[in-house]
Antibody, heavy 124, light 108 residues
Framework: QVQLQESGPGLVKPSETLSLTCTVS????????WSWIRQPPGKGLEWIGYIYYSGSTNYNPSLKSRVTISVDTSKNQFSLKLSSVTAADTAVYYC??????????????????WGKGTTVTVSS | DIQLTQSPSFLSASVGDRVTITCRASQGISSYLAWYQQKPGKAPKLLIY???TLQSGVPSRFSGSGSGTEFTLTISSLQPEDFATYYCQQLNSYLPLTFGGGTKVEIK
């Protein structure tokens, strides 16, 4: 079955750019939407944004100025870049798949497959 | 921005209890809602989408209902493996795909 694996540095310095990659295995990256979600220690979930395999994106307005999500279909990967990080960006970062089900006149962007998550700490 | 408010934020229950968790949206979202279960140190797991559709492989003791601004997740008979934190999420891409604050279900 489809599996997702996040990878990237576990420690990032303040003001620098956080970069993570999610590798999709056991299935194709095509025809799905792919999201990044994060969870600060002891807190709830925050959606960061998603990308369609074709490259179209949708970002959380609260992070939009700092976020870039890209896709590499040849490698079955998609990536997250978050610029100008601060300690508030310390979190577990998850990647996830959205089938974007079309039903009853609209698209439902639920997340049915998740990676295990990777911890990113922002500290000097 | 849309807000999703879950209540209660914490509940203590016994095995076999019927448990209900509520998610209220700050604006109407039709049936664009999902529920997830998260256990400590693990990724969230999809339980329900489109407010009431059970994800494949999820036990039938889980059910969802509601539309517009008020939604509920019900566990008909709580099992030991159900002790976890539950999150709702709105699914309409015209709005941020916001999550609720979570409801932690603990053993009484």
């Amino acid at each position: 079955q489809v599996q997702l694996q996040e990878s990237g540095p576990g420690l990032v310095k303040p003001s620098e750019t956080l970069s993570l990659t999610c590798t999709v295995s056991g299935g194709s990256i095509s025809s799905y939407y792919w999201s990044w979600i994060r969870q600060p220690p002891g807190k709830g979930l925050e959606w960061i944004g998603y990308i369609y395999y074709s490259g179209s994106t949708n970002y959380n307005p609260s992070l939009k100025s700092r976020v870039t999500i890209s896709v590499d279909t040849s490698k079955n990967q998609f990536s997250l870049k978050l610029s100008s990080v601060t300690a508030a960006d310390t979190a577990v970062y998850y990647c996830a798949r959205s089938p974007a089900l079309f039903w009853s006149g609209g698209y439902y962007y639920y997340m049915d497959v998740w990676g295990k998550g990777t911890t990113v700490t922002v500290s000097s | 921005d849309i807000q999703l408010t879950q209540s209660p934020s914490f509940l203590s229950a016994s095995v076999g209890d019927r448990v209900t968790i509520t998610c209220r949206a700050s604006q109407g979202i039709s049936s664009y809602l999902a529920w997830y279960q998260q256990k400590p140190g693990k990724a969230p797991k999809l339980l329900i989408y489109a407010a009431s559709t059970l994800q494949s492989g999820v036990p039938s003791r889980f059910s969802g209902s509601g539309s517009g601004t008020e939604f509920t997740l019900t566990i008909s008979s709580l099992q030991p493996e159900d002790f976890a934190t539950y999150y709702c999420q709105q699914l309409n891409s015209y709005l941020p795909l916001t999550f609720g604050g979570g409801t932690k279900v603990e053993i009484k």
